[in-house]
C-alpha cells in the first residue's frame, strides 16, 4: 500500500504564496503521474497541476503562469508552488500519485488533503 502525505496548507492573504508538499512512502516500484487536486465547499473535485515521471506538466486554466508543479523523483514527493493566490483558490488540496508497487499492482492513491484558505 503506498501512503501519501501532505504538507504546507494555511491561511494566507490574497497576492501571497504557499508551497504544498506531498511525500508518497510504501513499497514503490515506479511512481508514474503524480498531481494535486483541489475541492471547494459544494464543488467537484477538479485537477490542478499534474507531473510526469519525465517531467511533463499539465495545469488548470485558471492556475497558469501562477502555480508551479515540481517532483523529485529520488524522494517520491511532488510539490505545488503557489503564487499571486487568489481568494477563489481557497479549497482542500489533494495529492494524487500513481504507478506499481514493487509486486508490480497498479496504484492510484490519495492523500488525506491539506486546506489551503486566501483571504481577500
Known amino acids: 500500500q503506498v501512503q501519501l502525505v501532505e504538507s504546507g496548507g494555511g491561511l494566507v492573504q490574497a497576492g501571497g504564496s504557499l508551497r504544498l508538499s506531498c511525500a508518497a512512502s510504501?513499497?514503490?516500484?515506479?511512481?508514474?503521474?503524480m498531481g494535486w487536486y483541489r475541492q471547494a465547499p459544494g464543488k467537484q473535485r477538479e485537477l490542478v497541476a499534474a507531473?510526469?515521471?519525465?517531467?511533463?506538466?499539465n495545469y488548470a486554466d485558471s492556475v497558469k503562469g501562477r502555480f508551479t508543479i515540481s517532483r523529485d523523483n529520488a524522494k517520491n514527493t511532488v510539490y505545488l508552488q503557489m503564487n499571486s493566490l487568489k481568494p477563489e483558490d481557497t479549497a482542500v488540496y489533494y495529492c494524487?500519485?500513481?504507478?506499481?508497487?514493487?509486486?508490480?499492482?497498479?496504484?492510484?492513491?490519495w492523500g488525506q488533503g491539506t486546506q489551503v484558505t486566501v483571504s481577500s
Open positions: 494524487n500519485a500513481e504507478g506499481y508497487t514493487s509486486s508490480l499492482r497498479e496504484f492510484r492513491s
Open positions: 507531473i510526469t515521471s519525465g517531467g511533463i506538466t
Open positions: 510504501g513499497s514503490i516500484f515506479r511512481m508514474n503521474a
